[in-house]
């Protein structure tokens, strides 16, 4: 267990510059909303995320017809949880969107490494 969180973590240090790349270009360049840009750069994130953990994180050979799907429908929930932390911290506390990030990015990191270690790479014979 301690092993996929250090690679997680590793992985994720990978896909987390394409999330606040794309969070700092649609804000300082485009005006665009820090709600809508941390939407946008999740998702984009989550695509890299999703064939790194699949590949070197949990060594997968589970189909990506089952895998993937889960994937999804959790960077979904996560996406969501990370949307309204930064709507909570920039739009009602007023707090910088990149400092607000930083925390809902570690605040995401954990509920992901939870949820896809125990049911989206989870192999069947696991308990």
Request: proline share 2%; glycine share 8%; with cysteine.
């Amino acid at each position: 267990m301690l092993r996929n969180l250090v690679m997680f973590g590793m992985m994720g240090a990978l896909g987390i510059p394409v999330l606040f790349l794309t969070l700092i270009l649609l804000v300082e360049i485009c005006g665009v909303s820090p709600v809508l840009a941390t939407s946008a750069g999740y998702l984009i994130g989550a695509l890299v995320n999703y064939t790194l953990n699949y590949r070197f994180t949990f060594k997968s050979s589970k189909a990506h017809m089952d895998s993937g799907p889960k994937f999804f429908l959790i960077a979904l929930m996560t996406g969501i949880l990370n949307a309204l932390l930064v709507y909570l911290g920039v739009d009602l506390m007023g707090m910088h969107y990149l400092l607000v990030q930083i925390f809902a990015t570690l605040i995401v990191f954990l509920s992901n490494f939870v949820l896809h270690s125990t049911w989206t790479f989870r192999l069947e014979n696991t308990k």
